[in-house]
């Protein structure tokens, strides 16, 4: 504990530069640096158990990015994207939990009944799970899926600094019908979504458009749904969001780390305007097309 608690020490006296990329993003907010503050708080007892790996990085290191948003918004797919956009791990803890859900692990089981009745994990498994992850040490990361409660930010918080927080929006009839229709393939893995939405524009409000994602035919018969992606359990999924993940996006915002996007439509119209919103230039639109 003592260890630990050195090392928030050190944190508040001396933070870790950020890369060019992250500056010049942040520095699009309106609000750009918080104060450190609590650095002779007693580190919290999860992290004293389950210490997520700190990385002393170089003086030009890359982003620390999360992306946060409800299930389905699409957090994956964008977090991938400016992942080999920017070369740093995409790290997504939905990855890592199908991934010990997967395994004759101790915690397959406990995880199976979890998933399939729409809770939140808890953030021992979440931390043990991450923490396993990071042990090699990364140079920059793209969080996805994690912090998703007030406790699990504060942990991160006490162990690296986040340059800026993503929050992907999505109308909730959209994010039902996405989920929806995802689909996997048996054999490839692929991802798809057979799910077409149109919501028409009404009231001064606008339109939205999302083609479906569809599989190429040597896997349209090898399609299959995940377990937990039926109405009863997406609507789990959405409520618990709004409960318990939502407040997140004031912790963040209170620190001037918040970055709102609200998806216009499918990929095609929503990536050059999230790298707009980024602040990434024309050369990394280019490199990023897909």
């Known amino acids: 504990m003592a260890v630990l608690t050195r090392l928030w020490r050190a944190r508040a006296r001396a933070s870790t530069p950020i890369s060019s990329v992250a500056a010049s993003t942040i520095r699009t907010l309106s609000s750009c640096s918080v ?3 609590g650095a002779d708080l007693e580190a919290p007892s999860l992290l004293a158990q389950n210490p997520l790996p700190l990385r002393h ?3 030009d290191r890359n982003v620390q990015w999360v992306f946060l948003g409800c299930p389905g918004v699409g957090k994956g797919t964008y977090a991938s994207r400016l992942s080999h956009l920017l070369r740093v791990p995409h790290i997504a803890t ?3 939990v199908r991934e010990e859900l997967s395994s004759s692990g101790p915690l397959a089981s406990q995880l199976a009944e979890i998933v399939n009745q729409g809770k939140l994990v808890s953030d021992e498994i979440i931390i043990n799970l991450l923490s396993k992850r990071l042990e090699g040490g990364e140079s ?3 969080l996805d899926g994690f912090p998703r409660t007030i406790r699990q930010a504060e942990i991160l918080e006490g162990v690296t600094d986040i ?3 993503v929050n992907l929006k999505l109308r909730e009839e959209a994010l039902l019908a996405k989920c929806l229709g995802r689909r996997t393939c048996s054999e490839c893995g692929g991802n798809y979504n057979i ?3 149109d919501i028409k524009g009404e009231n001064g409000s606008p339109g939205l458009y999302m083609a479906p994602l569809l599989p190429p035919p040597h896997c349209e018969s090898k399609l299959i749904t995940r377990a937990d992606d039926t109405e009863e359990v997406v609507k789990e ?3 618990i969001y709004h409960d318990v993940t939502q407040p997140l996006e004031e912790f963040y915002r209170s620190r001037g780390k918040l970055l709102e996007f609200d998806l216009p439509g499918g990929i095609p119209e929503s990536w050059p305007k999230l790298l707009q919103a980024l602040n990434l230039d024309h050369n990394d639109k280019q490199s990023a097309a897909a």
Do not use: E, M
């Open 237 to 239: 999924r959405l409520r």
């Open 35 to 37: 104060a450190n503050s």
């Open 163 to 165: 340059d800026l927080v």
């Open 195 to 197: 799910a077409c939405i």
């Open 94 to 96: 939905g990855d890592l």
């Open 140 to 142: 920059g990361f793209i």
């Open 57 to 59: 990085g170089p003086k």
